[in-house]
């Protein structure tokens, strides 16, 4: 059978994120979404669209040369991925054919357009193929393209845009240079904290690290942590299918990485670092929580460094929503949030542009939320961690203000 | 109740897919195997444009007598609504979601005249 395909597919389809979320729009209106700050805490762009103009801050010039000569494919390529399912979502490649103002910061534009579209007023970006670079055997490699891509993002994206922040990538095969770049770029604009991949092989208790955290605490910048999966795990490749490779993957890195944080007592040494845990959804954490508490009240002289139970730790984290589990069961969900003080700890995240992002509507319609913790998880808890120091965006204060000026006309 | 009008039955192939706007929504109406059908454009999961994605078979394990799995096949005779936004699937036929039969896309009703085919919006 030769079925139609999927719209914007077409040959020579005039391509707008914009028409793409036109139903986003219309959710962001049905529920008011001008009224309030709505701050997305994990966006995502394709840094790898752009290479050319990222390589070209690459400091040392041989290792520029050579990304410049393998147009990237000096990184470490995944064994594979196919979190498209096979052209159902076209979300990437469509964006990629994307038309944009001629002269314009493709970046920007690309970005403010998907945020206007679900009413977000501020987004913090990351990057997409670089959330694997933690795994690359050349730790040279990590810190160069980290720092070129860092320079490249605050000087390119963060300085013209208010709008978009980041916390920016932190080369921690590395640890003195994760901390220089923590004292580099921690002042420039619209860097809101900093950024650990999650999918690496390296003990983050170790004591080499122990400055970064410091310095972080010290600056009152969040330390997140940005999940990913990585199929060549020798327990990943016990799962044959991408479902189950994902599944566990996201939550099975941040949960090594937050165990061992908790465990060698690092809340008692770095009791006001903020940390937040990213895109591996929340099931997982009611999970952690009970296992830690248990183990500790048998092991406590194992962990002799915490003071409370690992849960109470845990309370005071912070977690990214997506891909918040919402499919048939209200009541985990509800007890869930309940367990993480999801009201002054959750912080909604879209993932856009990739396969499982969420849209706003994933906190606004659940039925057992006041409007003020609908708020706070949307926008509220982010503008607190991340001390923005702005409102709403441009477009929503202007439909504001046609609102009232026809009401007044009336 | 509107009667909108989609297009010439005789210009919509078989496996085509039209989109008809709908007072701030749209309807997504396929033709397959000689007949209409006609869904809402807005998927059960997050809103996305269920009728905007691709169409494709449904996809079936192939499990042999001694219960080992011999490989996957399409069924051509189930096609699948895809929406783009997460691939959520519906069955063409029925709207029904592929993977939890209890929640159905919008259904709207097809009346055929006069060599048109509208769609019947209560």
């Given at each position: 059978m030769n079925f139609s395909p999927a719209i914007g597919t077409e040959p020579n389809a005039d391509i707008d994120s914009r028409t793409m979320l036109k139903n986003a729009a219309r959710q962001a209106a049905a529920r008011g979404y001008d009224d309030f700050m709505i701050v997305d805490a994990d966006s995502h762009h394709h840094e790898s669209d752009v290479w050319s103009e990222i390589f070209a801050y690459m400091e040392d010039p041989v290792h520029r040369h050579l990304a410049e000569a393998t147009k990237g494919r000096f990184l470490m390529r995944s064994i594979g991925d196919y979190s498209a399912m096979s052209g159902r979502i076209p979300r990437r490649h469509l964006l990629r054919k994307e038309k944009l103002p001629p002269g314009s910061n493709g970046e920007v534009v690309r970005t403010i357009r998907w945020m206007d579209a679900m009413g977000v007023d501020v987004a913090c970006l990351f990057p997409t193929p670089m959330l694997g670079l933690g795994l690359h055997p050349n730790v040279h490699t990590e810190v160069?393209?980290?720092?070129?891509?860092?320079?490249?993002?605050?000087?390119?994206?963060?300085?013209?845009?208010p709008r978009i922040v980041s916390m920016l990538y932190l080369p921690m095969n590395d640890p003195a240079a994760a901390l220089k770049m923590v004292e580099e770029f921690g002042d420039k604009k619209g860097v809101v904290g900093f950024m650990i991949t999650s999918t690496r092989y390296k003990a983050l208790y170790e004591n080499a690290y122990m400055a970064v955290y410091r310095a972080l605490e010290e600056r009152n910048q969040p330390l997140a942590f940005h999940s990913a999966t990585n199929w060549a795990d020798q327990s990943m490749c016990l799962t044959n299918l991408w479902i189950g490779a994902?599944?566990?993957?996201?939550?099975?890195?941040?949960?090594?990485?937050?165990?061992?944080?908790?465990?060698?007592?690092?809340?008692?040494?770095?009791?006001?670092?903020?940390?937040?845990?990213?895109?591996?959804g929340i099931s997982w954490i009611p999970f952690l929580m009970q296992r830690?508490?248990?183990?500790?009240?048998?092991?406590?002289?194992?962990?002799?460094?915490l003071k409370r139970l690992p849960s109470e730790y845990m309370r005071e984290m912070y977690f990214a929503s997506q891909p918040l589990e919402t499919v048939r069961n209200t009541e985990a969900l509800e007890s869930t949030f309940h367990m993480i003080n999801a009201e002054t700890q959750l912080l909604w995240?879209?993932?856009?542009?990739?396969?499982?992002?969420?849209?706003p509507s994933v906190i606004y319609d659940l039925p057992f939320l006041s409007e003020q913790a609908k708020r706070n998880i949307l926008g509220e808890?982010?503008?607190?961690?991340?001390?923005?120091?702005?409102?709403?965006?441009?477009?929503?204060?202007?439909?504001?203000?046609?609102?009232?000026?026809?009401?007044?006309?009336? | 109740m509107n009667r909108i009008y989609v297009a010439r039955s005789a210009e919509m192939r078989e496996g085509e897919r039209r989109l008809v706007d709908c007072d701030g929504f749209e309807i997504g109406v396929?033709?397959?195997?000689?007949?209409?059908?006609?869904?809402?454009?807005?998927?059960?999961?997050?809103g996305g444009p269920a009728c905007e994605g691709i169409t494709i078979a449904r996809v079936v394990d192939v499990i042999g007598a001694d219960s080992t799995f011999l490989g996957q096949r399409f069924d051509e005779s189930d096609p699948h609504i895809v929406c783009p936004w997460h691939a959520w699937e519906y069955r063409l036929l029925t709207g029904e979601c592929a993977g939890d039969g209890s929640l159905r896309l919008q259904r709207y009703d097809i009346e055929e005249r006069d060599g048109s085919v509208y769609v019947i919006v209560p």
């Open positions: 160069q393209l980290s720092r070129a891509y860092n320079r490249w993002l605050t000087e390119r994206v963060l300085a013209e845009e994902h599944a566990l993957g996201f939550p099975w890195f941040n949960m090594v990485h937050l165990t061992n944080w908790v465990t060698n007592g690092l809340p008692e040494r770095f009791p006001r670092l903020k940390l937040i845990w990213i895109e591996a830690l508490d248990q183990h500790y009240m048998i092991r406590t002289s194992e962990v002799p460094s995240s879209s993932d856009f542009p990739h396969w499982d992002m969420d849209l808890n982010s503008r607190r961690v991340f001390k923005l120091d702005y409102g709403l965006s441009a477009p929503k204060l202007a439909r504001r203000r046609a609102g009232e000026a026809a009401t007044a006309a009336k | 396929y033709r397959f195997d000689g007949r209409f059908f006609a869904y809402k454009n807005q998927c059960l999961h997050q």
